[in-house]
């Protein structure tokens, strides 16, 4: 009679495979549909890799642990927690962080997000492929589809939103929201894109003093920054001369913006840009089409003050004329009450004539 323990002899084969038939002097092993490894201990096998090619464990998905790692795993279904000796780093979405070996103190939320990292550390990406290219950088925060996603050795940049700082590459410390940057470049704010955002409003500098302020200037591509007057900025320096006589020509004139641009139409007083711009094109700015925008009033200050000078220096020429024709004045005044008063003196007594009847 067979017993009821031993399995049928067409099945001893399937059986002893199914339970670790490689095993030979390793300790703690468990095999489940996998015949094991000689030599190895304190190793669990679950099924064949090439022979199962789908996996479902129940009570994982949807159950939230409050403290644990997140799990990697390799061509050889070989699972783990960190890639090599990197630690402190954060993976939440498939391929995220999946060729991270040192890198520390990274959170990855998102497909593929960080999906290239190996050393870089303290990197924040959000988002699907949100850091993808990151190799080496660090400190990178990228928060929304595709933010940062060309980056690969670049530090401290911080992108925000759809596609924000994807053209940048390895330069440092840029900050692009809602804008797609420019690959190399560092140290530079971007926010916003020119031609869709058409209005900026920004809370607490209007009504704000500034005390030592300069101002602030913006080209057609919406690059700020003020004007260096520093000798150190400039060269072929020269006296304006005679480039500032135009500037009389000039017709100030009163009006009102268009009701679309300014609701209140308010009385405003300036010069109109078709007008400066016949007498001098370098007085005139353009916009990103080429057309006419505004007047350079700093450069027609800077003509102005030229002017005034030369007419100043006029005015000054023209006291010390004065001055030397008064002295002369003076002199012949003085010239002439002498000769007044000699004669005075020279004239011949007069004489009395009786007349006696």
Same mark, same amino acid.
């Given at each position: 009679?067979? /017993?009821?323990t @031993?399995?049928?002899a ?9 339970? +670790?038939s490689n ?8 095999d489940?549909g ?11 096998r679950?099924g ?7 996996t !479902?464990?129940?009570?994982? &998905? ?6 644990? /790692?997140?799990?990697f795993?390799?061509v050889?279904g070989?699972?783990g927690?960190?890639n ?5 780093n954060?993976?939440?979405?498939t ?7 040192? +890198?520390?103190d990274n959170t990855a939320?998102?497909? &593929?997000?960080?999906?290239?990292n190996?050393t870089?550390g303290f990197?924040?990406?959000?988002g699907?492929?949100?850091? %993808?290219?990151?190799t080496t950088?660090?400190?990178n925060?990228?928060t929304?589809? +595709? ?5 690969? @050795?670049?530090?401290?940049?911080i992108a925000?939103g %759809? /596609?924000?700082?994807?053209?940048? @590459?390895?330069?440092?410390n840029?900050? #692009?929201i809602?804008?797609? +940057?420019?690959?190399?470049?560092a140290?530079t ?5 020119e031609?869709t955002?058409t209005?900026? %409003?920004i809370?607490?500098?209007s ?9 602030v200037f913006?080209d057609?591509?919406?690059?700020l ?7 150190? %900025?400039?060269d ?5 001369g005679?480039? &500032?006589?135009g ?9 009102r !913006?268009k009701?679309e641009i300014?609701?209140e139409r308010a009385?405003?007083?300036g010069l109109v840009a078709?007008?400066?711009a016949?007498?001098?094109? #370098? ?9 006419? !925008?505004?007047?350079?009033y #700093? ?7 030229n ?12 006291g010390?004329?004065i001055a ?6 003076d002199?012949?005044t003085a010239?002439?009450?002498k000769?007044s008063a000699?004669?005075?003196v &020279?004239?011949?007594?007069p004489?009395t004539?009786l007349?006696?009847?």
């Amino acid at each position: 009679m067979r /017993s009821l323990t @031993t399995p049928p002899a067409r099945a001893i084969s399937h059986w002893v495979r199914a339970r +670790g038939s490689n095993l030979t002097t390793g300790n703690n092993n468990i095999d489940i549909g996998n015949p094991g490894v000689a030599g190895e201990a304190t190793t669990i096998r679950i099924g064949t890799v090439g022979t199962q090619t789908t996996t !479902y464990i129940a009570g994982i &998905s949807g159950v939230t642990a409050t403290q644990g /790692s997140v799990v990697f795993v390799d061509v050889n279904g070989h699972l783990g927690t960190t890639n090599t000796t990197g630690f402190g780093n954060t993976a939440i979405g498939t391929a995220a962080l999946q060729s991270n070996t040192t +890198g520390n103190d990274n959170t990855a939320t998102g497909v &593929s997000a960080l999906q290239d990292n190996t050393t870089g550390g303290f990197n924040t990406a959000a988002g699907l492929v949100a850091l %993808f290219s990151n190799t080496t950088g660090g400190n990178n925060t990228a928060t929304g589809l +595709g933010a940062l996603v060309s980056n690969t @050795t670049g530090n401290n940049n911080i992108a925000l939103g %759809f /596609s924000a700082g994807s053209k940048l @590459t390895t330069g440092n410390n840029n900050i #692009d929201i809602g804008s797609d +940057g420019v690959a190399a470049e560092a140290n530079t704010i971007r926010v916003g894109t020119e031609g869709t955002q058409t209005a900026t %409003f920004i809370a607490g500098i209007s009504g704000t003093t500034v005390a030592k302020s300069v101002a602030v200037f913006v080209d057609a591509t919406g690059h700020l920054g003020t004007k260096g007057s520093s000798e150190r %900025f400039k060269d072929q320096i020269k006296p304006m001369g005679e480039a &500032s006589k135009g500037i009389l020509a000039l017709k100030p004139v009163s009006f009102r !913006y268009k009701k679309e641009i300014d609701p209140e139409r308010a009385l405003q007083f300036g010069l109109v840009a078709e007008d400066v711009a016949k007498v001098n094109p #370098d007085l005139v700015a353009r916009d990103a089409k080429g057309e006419l !925008y505004t007047v350079r009033y #700093d450069a027609v200050n800077a003509m102005l003050l030229n002017e005034f000078l030369k007419e100043h220096r006029k005015v000054e020429e023209q006291g010390v004329l004065i001055a030397r024709q008064q002295k002369q004045i003076d002199a012949l005044t003085a010239g002439l009450q002498k000769v007044s008063a000699q004669l005075e003196v &020279s004239k011949p007594a007069p004489k009395t004539v009786l007349n006696n009847q």
